[in-house]
């Protein structure tokens, strides 16, 4: 019912309506989730290839609604993203989770890695690049443990102001990620021209990962990001047929179901400890 008429005429559909009404409810719905803290996070483990330890976690934003229910991620980021309430989301995932990274390896006694996801219309607004220091030094985390994951859409877009900011980001001593890295842009330019240390395999590569074609693509990422100097994670592990093949082809770190989902900050230490001795 959505698909654009002959000529690009969109007829009116009454479920485009729905929709539209289904869009403001959620978009006030979060707006009172924000100020009244409906809103967490979890923390979804990521272990080293090589040591099977566990050096990082990834925060994810979970909101369950008193009134819609469980809300997923996929569907409330946008809905914050065009109601101009990333910046406040942000902000939060972000001085949450560092505060919770902290108290988490003080209770593990070593330090964690935390990757924060980052909308790009996040990074538009000037006060970002201060409120992640801040949040950082109110932690009393070091900012080589933070890791900023960005989409390659953030890369390909308006240029000249987000390599300024990458930069200043890099100088600062923070990582740069590149997440679902393979899926959305075939230009690869963009590698050579921008701050990056990490790329993520989107995991639609991983869960394919036992036909021919998959398995190339895969290589073939983990052969470019070290030719560049950069590590490289795999997302959405399920298998350990997955893992291995990851392991034999030298990918350095993996998150996903076959270690843990996310959890929240008060069951890390255990699933860490739990996963570290594996
Ligand atoms: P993402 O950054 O690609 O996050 C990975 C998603 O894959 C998460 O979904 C995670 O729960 C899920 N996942 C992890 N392991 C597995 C696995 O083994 N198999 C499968 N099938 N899935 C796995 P989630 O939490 O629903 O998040 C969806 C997306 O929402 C994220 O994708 C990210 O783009 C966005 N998001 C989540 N939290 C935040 C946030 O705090 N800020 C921003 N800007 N975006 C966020
Ligand atoms: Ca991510
Ligand atoms: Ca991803
Ligand atoms: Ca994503």
New binding site residues.
Partial sequence: AKAAGRNGIRWFEPQMLAENNDRLALSAALRQALDQDELS??Y?PQVDLVTGEVVGV?????WTSPSLGPV???RF?PV??DGGM?AQ??GW?LST?CTALAQVQEQLGRPLRLA????PR?LRGRTWLDEIATAIEVAGIEPCQLEV?I?EGLLIEDHGDVVAMLESLRTLGVSIVV??FGRGYSSLAYLTQFPIDKL?I??SFV?EIGTAKNAAIVDAIIVMAHALGMTVVA????TADQERYLRERGCDEV????YS??VPAGSLEMVTRALSRQ
């Fill in positions: 996070l979890v979804q990834e925060a994810l934003a979970r997923p991620p996929d980021i914050a993203e990333i989301l942000g995932v989770a924060v996801n980052v909308s996040q994951e989409t997440d679902d993520k989107d995991r869960q997302e959405g592990v399920e998150q996903g179901y076959l989902p996310g």
